[in-house]
């Protein structure tokens, strides 16, 4: 534990000192689970943005982007639940008066009974070798049996408490259990209350005729009510989807994760809408081209794992979560839902307005299904940043902090070095930096010896740094370095722009 917490401080002082990502409002001693996005971590989200987008939008003929505003009618939020039912099961802890989400606590507990029965299987995977047979190992072994046993019972009755607003018998599970607060280790909890995350705000200037409104929690929304818009105008034929980016904000209870999780953050959202019936086929899609998405950026198969839903929201079929290894242990970091027809059929009912598809084959009338597909934009963020931040035992006996960003979503794609700050090689080096920049964000820099500016690039992540030296101006080569090997080639100026684009561009990393 000691070592993660450690790694996840040098994360967050990481991103700071590299100009990634500041507190808010920082010479006030910030605001709580705000951030800013600093000179390169602005465009490291940008790049991340617009990769989902163009794998989405670009790459499916049938999807199609949109941009809604944050301030929504006030009915929206009756409509979708939000009202009702977008509450947080919220705990105190009666000695640190420190609050918890009630279900979190529960979740991280079963997350350790899943962990130990890892521990059980991995050691016996160990001492069998090669004759290991892991799934009959899970089925037969009683120490894994019953930690997985009493995982499943404990997250299924918190499902079924949850479900039935049976807010008695998430504590009386959280007694029985024997949780602690996991910052003092005291079991004095009061009980758990119900706390919705929307935040308020008024639209006018008088206060009596000043309507009441939310900033939007989610983007979805603002994609369901021009649902007909879109259809219409863009001439949609079902199967269809809606993509849309944007800031979301929600009145977390517990806040204490960095990015992870923020009041204000940005979601990149895509709501499919399909045939009834249709629903569970595309579902199992979107699955699995999102976790392949996610696996084409190469940070390791092994850092993501699907999580099913046993709490389905009051919208949902069937729900999913894709689940990454943050610093501090598996998070949610996608959720796929498959949310029937639940919110078209809510926003016909609250607005009297049909919301329906004209099938020209069934030659009828239909509310379509909707599955949807909904990533943190700042969670995709830290899983980058966090899997990308290495520290590397060198063979010379130094080591060096590499930031190994994926380059398709690096800030800065090369850095352009003259060796020396004379004899004509910066007037080169700007010259390279003149034909690049149209198609790339590159970096010029002469300050200091070039070994400390190449470990400089590396801690900010820059994949490429390209060498001008006194070579180059008798025959036209510089020297590529790359950032993740170390090794240097000698290449002509006039073949740069291949050598970026074999890099970076997106298609090389999608296809
Ligand atoms: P959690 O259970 O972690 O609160 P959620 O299930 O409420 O998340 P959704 O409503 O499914 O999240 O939102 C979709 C995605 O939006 C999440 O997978 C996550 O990546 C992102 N997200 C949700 N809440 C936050 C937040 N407070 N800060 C940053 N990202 C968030």
Not at 91 to 116: F, G, P
Not at 263 to 283: L, S
Not at 304 to 324: P, S, T, W
Not at 362 to 388: H, I, Q, W
Request: net charge negative.
């Amino acid at each position: 534990m000691a070592n993660k917490d450690d790694k996840f401080k040098k994360v967050i002082a990481h991103a700071k000192e590299y100009g990634y990502i500041f507190s808010s409002s920082e010479i006030y001693d910030g605001l709580s689970a705000v951030y800013d996005y600093g000179q390169n971590g602005v465009e490291l989200k940008k790049n991340i943005r617009e990769y989902w987008w163009k794998s989405m939008v670009f790459m499916h003929q049938n999807i199609v982007g949109l941009d809604a505003a944050i301030f929504m009618h006030p009915t929206t939020w009756k409509a979708s639940g939000h009202v009702d039912a977008f509450n947080d099961p919220l705990i105190d802890n009666k000695d640190s008066k420190k609050r918890y989400r009630a279900d979190v606590l529960i979740e991280d507990y079963a997350e350790k009974l899943l962990q130990k029965a890892n521990k059980e299987i991995a050691k016996a995977a160990k001492r069998f070798g090669e004759a290991f047979n892991e799934e009959e190992f899970k089925s037969t072994n009683p120490r894994v049996l019953k930690y997985l046993g009493q995982r499943e019972e404990i997250l299924s009755r918190m499902g079924r408490s949850l479900e039935n607003e049976d807010l008695a018998d998430v504590k009386a599970l959280i007694e029985e259990l024997g949780i602690a607060d996991p910052e003092t280790g005291s079991k004095n909890w009061t009980d758990v209350r119900q706390f919705n995350l929307m935040f308020g705000t008024k639209l006018g200037a008088s206060a009596d005729t000043a309507t009441d409104l939310y900033l939007r929690p989610e983007t979805a929304q603002g994609i369901f009510v021009n649902f007909l818009n879109v259809q219409k105008t863009g001439r949609m034929k079902i199967p269809f989807g809606i993509a849309q980016t944007g800031k979301a904000f929600r009145n977390e209870i517990v806040a204490r994760q960095f990015i992870f999780r923020m009041r204000e953050f940005e979601q990149m959202e895509m709501q499919f809408f399909v045939k009834p019936g249709d629903e569970m086929k595309w579902y199992e899609y979107w699955k699995d081209t999102r976790l392949k998405w996610h696996l084409s950026l190469g940070l390791g198969e092994e850092n993501y794992r699907f999580h099913d839903h046993d709490k389905l929201a009051h919208y949902a079929n069937a729900a999913a979560d894709i689940e990454f290894n943050f610093p501090f242990g598996f998070k949610e970091l996608e959720g796929i839902h498959s949310r029937t027809d639940f919110d078209l059929k809510a926003h016909e009912e609250h607005s009297g307005k049909k919301l329906q598809f004209f099938d020209p084959e069934m030659k009828e009338n239909y509310v379509p299904y909707v599955v949807e597909t909904s990533v943190g934009l700042d969670r995709m963020f830290l899983a980058v940043f966090s899997t990308a931040l290495q520290e590397e035992k060198l063979e010379d006996g130094t080591s060096r902090v590499v930031l190994r960003l994926p380059a398709v979503v690096a800030p800065v794609k090369a850095a352009i070095l003259p060796l020396v700050k004379k004899d004509g090689l910066p007037e080169v080096a700007n010259k390279i930096v003149e034909d690049l920049k149209w198609n790339y964000n590159v970096a010029y820099d002469e300050k200091d010896a070039i070994g400390r500016r190449y470990r400089r690039q590396d801690a900010a992540g820059t994949p490429l740094c390209i060498t001008v030296d006194h070579d180059t101006l008798n025959d036209n080569t510089v020297t590529v370095r790359d950032r993740d090997t170390m090794e240097q080639t000698r290449v002509p100026i006039s073949e740069l722009k291949k050598i970026l684009s074999d890099k970076i561009d997106m298609e090389n990393w999608l296809k």
